[in-house]
């Protein structure tokens, strides 16, 4: 007799799975899209909508406050004249974006994507 195997539901739970399966296969767009390439996750933001447009609207604007803070502190500082001083700015804006998020836990996924691609997301901004 062949044991069985269990069937892994489709749609993945975030109070079942490991954080770090979510961390490592959601991501954002710049749009404020939220978008996998692992199929259960897949399946998770169609059924359960995740990207309706109320929430596709609120996680842009996350999304484009923090690019315009980033846009202003350039023009604010001589990124030539003064480097450290330029790079620390553009650190303390973004945690400052950051403690924003955190106050608001529906977007627990979008700051923990935000931080883990932060240069990348300071970088786009500039």
């Known amino acids: ?12 739970n975030p109070e079942r799975e490991a954080q770090s399966f979510f961390n490592e296969n959601l991501s954002f767009t710049r749009f404020g899209q939220i978008t996998s390439e692992n199929e ?11 990207n309706r447009d109320d929430l596709v609207k609120l996680r842009a ?8 803070d980033i846009l202003r502190s350039k ?18 804006i973004f945690q ?14 979008l700051r923990r994507f935000l931080v883990a691609e932060r ?3 300071i970088s786009a901004a500039e």
């Open 96 to 109: 400052a974006q950051i403690g924003k998020i955190i106050v608001n836990e529906a977007y627990t996924a």
């Open 40 to 50: 259960r996750l897949k399946h998770t933001i169609a059924k359960c909508n995740l």
């Open 61 to 68: 604007k996350v999304i484009t406050d923090l690019k315009n």
């Open 1 to 12: 007799m062949v044991a069985k195997e269990m069937e892994q539901p489709k749609i993945a």
């Open 119 to 121: 240069q990348a997301v």
């Open 75 to 92: 023009y604010s500082y001589q990124r030539d004249q003064n480097k450290q001083e330029y790079d620390n700015r553009i650190l303390d």
